[in-house]
C-alpha cells in the first residue's frame, strides 16, 4: 500500500528556514512526479512546487525564489527547502505523487503543519 509520510514542520519566526521532508512507500520511486500542497484555512489546496522524474521543476510564483524542492531517488524521500518564510506561507503542507508535471497527484500525505508567527 502507498503510503506517503510528511516531516519537519513546525512553529518558525517570520523569516525563518525549515526544510519538509516525504518519505514515500512506493514502487519505482523515481520515476513519480513528486509535489508539495499546501492548504490554510478558507482555501483550496494549492501547489507550492513540483518535481519530475528527470528534476525538472515547476514552482508558484509566491515562493520562487525562497523554497527548493528537491528530491533523493535513493531514500525515496522528496524534500522542500523554505527560508525567508513569510506568514502567508502557514498551511499544512502536503506531499504528493502523480505521474506527471502536468496531471494532477494520484497518491497523498496526511500533511504536516507550518506556521510562521511572531
Keep these: 500500500q502507498v503510503q ?16 519538509l521532508s516525504c518519505t514515500a512507500s ?6 513519480y ?19 519530475a522524474g528527470d528534476r525538472t521543476t ?3 510564483d509566491s515562493v520562487k525564489g525562497r523554497f527548493t524542492i528537491s528530491r533523493d531517488n535513493a ?13 502567508e506561507d502557514t498551511a499544512v503542507y502536503y506531499c504528493s505523487a502523480g505521474l506527471s508535471l502536468r496531471s494532477l497527484p ?9 506556521t510562521v508567527s511572531s
Design 4 to 19: 506517503l509520510v510528511e516531516s519537519g514542520g513546525g512553529l518558525v519566526q517570520p523569516g525563518g528556514s525549515l526544510r
Design 26 to 31: 512506493i514502487r519505482n520511486f523515481a520515476v
Design 33 to 51: 512526479t513528486m509535489g508539495w500542497y499546501r492548504q490554510s484555512p478558507g482555501k483550496q489546496r494549492e501547489l507550492v512546487a513540483v518535481i
Design 58 to 60: 515547476n514552482y508558484q
Design 75 to 87: 531514500k525515496n524521500t522528496v524534500y522542500l527547502q523554505m527560508t525567508s518564510l513569510k506568514p
Design 106 to 114: 494520484i497518491y497523498w500525505g496526511q500533511g504536516t503543519q507550518v
